[in-house]
C-alpha cells in the first residue's frame, strides 16, 4: 500500500500553489446539490432523532407557536393546538427514550436533549395539554417552553457561530481534497484508476446495527487495509464518508484511487473489496454496492471512475461532485461514538513518484479549478 505522508515542506508549497483557486472551488461547493436522492422503498421508517433534528430545526427557523393560550376558556379547552403541536407533541416522550449519556450528538439534537433536560421534561414527561405538571405549570406550557428554549438557543451566536463552523470546516475539507486529486494527477500519476464503493448492512440486520458496531466495523476495514496488499497494494489515495439513511442504518461510502499499472479490471477489483468488507470484515453481516458494474453505469450521466488520464477534464470535473457530497456538513451524522468523531475522512497525501517515467507534462496550475471557471 502506497499511501505515505507527505513533508511539511511540500504541503506548504501545495497550499501556496492552489491559494488562487480557493475562491472559485468554495463557491463550487456552497452551490453543489447532490445529483439524486436515494430513498429505499421497503423501508418506511424514520429515525427518531431524525425527527428531532427537523423539529428543532422548524422552532429554529420559524416563529410557529406551540399551544395558543385562551385565559377566559374553560381549563380543558384553554390551551388550542397549533399544526406544529399536532405534528410533534406526541413525540416528544417517544424521542427521549433515543438519549444515551455515553453518545454524543449533532447539534441541533443536543439542543433539544439539553432542552429537555433543562426545563424537566426528560424527568416528567409530557401529559395531555391541560393537566398540571408536579410544580403545577399545565403541559401544554411546558411544550411552549420547550420551543422557546429550542428557539432562544438555537438563534443564539453561540450557536449560529457552532453551525458555520461545521460548514466552514467542510468546506476547508473539499478545497483540500480538490488540491490533493490535483496533486495525484500532476506529480504522482498521469493514469489513475477510480473505484467507487458503497458498504451498509444487511436489510435484516441493518437496524439493529448500533453506532459502536458500525464505528468498529468501519475503523477495522480501514485499519486492515494495510495488511491486504492483494487488494491495497497499489492504492495511492481513499476517501470515505459515512451516513444513516432516513430509518437511521448505517452505511458508507469510499472512493479508491489506484495506481493503473497493473489494475486492469476495476469491475473485479471492486467486487474483491465490497466481498472483504461483507464476508471477513463484518464476518457476513455487510453488504455492498459496485457502481462498476455495466448496468449500475449505465445509470449514471457523470461517470467519475474506471481509468482516468491526467487530461480527461471531464471525467476529472466529475470527481468534484463526489467530493463534494462527501464533504456536505449538512449531511454529517446524527450521533457520534465520541466528540470528535467524523462523518468523513482520507488518507494522507501521497509523496511525488520520483521513479515515473515518460515524456514530462504541461504544467497544469489546478486542473479542477480550471474546470469550475470555465
Not at 422503498?41 to 410557529?64: A, M, S, W
Not at 449505465?298 to 461517470?303: A, G, Q, S, W, Y
Request: charged residues 30%; contains cysteine; positive net charge.
Amino acid at each position: 500500500m502506497t499511501v505515505k505522508i507527505n513533508s511539511s515542506k511540500n504541503t506548504h508549497a501545495q497550499q501556496r500553489r492552489f491559494n488562487p483557486q480557493r475562491k472559485e472551488l468554495a463557491r463550487f461547493f456552497r452551490s453543489y446539490m447532490p445529483h439524486v436522492t436515494k430513498i429505499d422503498p421497503g423501508d418506511d421508517r424514520i429515525d427518531p432523532l431524525l425527527e428531532i433534528e427537523l423539529f428543532v430545526q422548524t422552532c429554529i427557523g420559524t416563529d410557529y407557536s406551540g399551544y395558543l393560550h385562551h385565559p377566559d376558556s374553560p381549563p380543558r379547552f384553554r390551551y388550542r393546538p397549533t399544526k406544529l403541536t399536532e405534528r410533534h407533541y406526541s413525540r416528544i416522550n417517544d424521542w427521549l427514550l433515543a438519549y444515551s449519556l455515553s453518545r454524543f450528538y449533532s447539534p441541533c439534537i443536543e439542543l433539544f436533549f439539553n432542552a429537555c433536560i433543562a426545563l424537566r421534561i426528560a424527568q416528567e414527561p409530557l401529559q395531555s395539554s391541560h393537566s398540571l405538571s408536579s410544580d403545577g405549570i399545565p403541559h401544554a406550557a411546558r411544550f411552549n417552553a420547550l420551543i422557546e428554549c429550542i428557539r432562544l438557543e438555537g438563534r443564539s451566536k453561540r450557536f449560529q457561530d457552532r453551525l458555520y463552523e461545521s460548514r466552514s470546516r467542510a468546506k476547508s475539507q473539499f478545497i483540500q481534497w480538490a488540491d490533493h486529486i490535483d496533486h495525484l494527477f500532476d506529480e504522482v500519476r498521469s493514469r489513475i484508476t477510480v473505484i467507487r464503493m458503497d458498504f451498509a448492512y444487511r436489510s435484516e440486520i441493518a437496524p439493529l446495527i448500533e453506532p459502536e458496531q458500525a464505528d468498529a466495523d468501519f475503523k477495522r476495514f480501514l485499519t486492515n487495509m494495510n495488511g491486504k496488499t492483494s487488494l491495497f497494494a497499489d492504492l495511492l489515495s481513499y476517501f470515505w464518508k459515512i451516513e444513516q439513511s432516513r430509518s437511521g442504518c448505517y452505511h458508507f461510502h469510499l472512493l479508491f484511487l489506484f495506481k493503473s499499472d497493473r489494475l486492469r479490471n476495476d469491475a473485479y477489483r471492486a467486487e474483491q473489496i465490497g466481498e472483504y468488507w461483507s464476508k471477513d470484515v463484518t464476518e457476513g453481516r455487510g453488504t455492498f454496492f459496485n457502481a462498476h458494474r455495466s448496468t449500475a453505469k449505465d445509470k449514471h450521466t457523470r461517470l467519475a471512475i474506471g481509468r482516468i488520464e491526467y487530461h480527461e477534464d471531464e471525467k476529472r470535473k466529475n470527481l468534484l461532485n463526489i467530493l463534494a457530497y462527501f464533504c456536505k456538513a449538512d449531511q454529517a451524522l446524527r450521533v457520534k461514538v465520541c466528540r470528535r468523531a467524523r462523518s468523513y475522512g482520507s488518507s494522507c497525501l501521497p509523496q511525488t513518484d520520483a521513479s515515473r517515467g515518460g515524456r514530462p507534462r504541461r504544467q497544469r496550475s489546478s486542473v479542477l479549478f480550471d474546470r469550475v471557471t470555465t
